[in-house]
């Protein structure tokens, strides 16, 4: 692997040690296949469990002027709500 033809260079992932989440909570998620994998794919990237990957994702997205994640709302359009017709 890493010998230039696009693959990735496997780091196995480290452990958490035991007792170091602060409240560990399990969360259960349904992602699509290709979400799924590409989760699996980063963080075996940067050698770290998909848990401590995806924990780092939450803590880290980037927050704009009104609180909420950036790109966010140009993704993931609303419906515009139909104007109510008053007398």
Same mark, same amino acid.
Not at 34 to 60: I, K, P, Y
């Given at each position: 692997?890493?010998?230039?033809?696009?693959?990735?260079? @496997?780091? %196995?992932? *480290?452990?958490?040690?035991?007792?170091? $989440?602060? #409240?560990?909570?399990?969360? +259960?998620?349904?992602?699509?296949?290709?979400?799924?994998?590409?989760?699996?794919?980063?963080?075996?990237? @940067?050698? %770290?469990? *998909?848990?401590?990957?995806?924990?780092? $994702?939450? #803590?880290?997205?980037?927050? +704009?002027?009104?609180?909420?994640?950036?790109?966010?709302?140009?993704?993931?359009?609303?419906?515009?709500?139909?104007?109510?017709?008053?007398?």
């Amino acid at each position: 692997m890493g010998s230039g033809t696009g693959s990735v260079d @496997v780091m %196995a992932p *480290r452990r958490r040690p035991r007792g170091s $989440l602060d #409240e560990p909570r399990k969360v +259960g998620l349904w992602l699509e296949t290709v979400a799924d994998d590409r989760l699996s794919e980063l963080a075996t990237r @940067v050698g %770290a469990t *998909r848990s401590e990957f995806t924990q780092w $994702l939450v #803590e880290n997205v980037p927050l +704009g002027v009104d609180g909420r994640p950036v790109g966010w709302d140009e993704t993931h359009p609303v419906e515009e709500e139909l104007p109510i017709n008053s007398p």
